[in-house]
């Protein structure tokens, strides 16, 4: 695994410190550190970006920040949750691994 994984994962944390802190931040050092969680979140983004397919990395944090931010809401804020919404989890959740399947599939493709 290479060291461009890291990075991904740490944006993926980020987006959710950023979306949990849109939910709560009342004050205006609460948004200052919102906006800063952002800043180094893309940065981390930008960073796995350049080992890794751009799109690979963008569905990771995007199916990450989808799924996150359901359960933040269900778990931490009394939303709910249904069906549709597990079925689309469910269906960000394929669309990754199978982005990342086509992705090793071209590298091999590429070492051959």
Excluded: R
């Excluded at 959710?16 to 849109?22: N, P, R, Y």
Aim: glycine residues 12%; contains cysteine.
């Amino acid at each position: 695994m290479n060291k461009y994984w890291f990075f991904v994962g740490m944006t993926c944390l980020l987006e959710l410190a950023w979306v949990f802190g849109f939910t709560t931040a009342d004050k205006w050092w609460h948004w200052g550190l919102v906006g800063i969680v952002i800043v180094v979140d893309f940065l981390f983004f930008s960073k796995a970006c350049e080992g890794l397919p751009t799109g690979t990395v963008y569905a990771m944090f995007a199916a990450v920040g989808s799924i996150g931010t359901v359960l933040m809401d269900v778990y931490l804020f009394g939303g709910s949750i249904d069906f549709a919404k597990l079925f689309f989890i469910g269906l960000l959740i394929v669309g990754v691994i199978s982005l990342k399947i086509a992705d090793q599939q071209i590298e091999d493709g590429e070492k051959s």
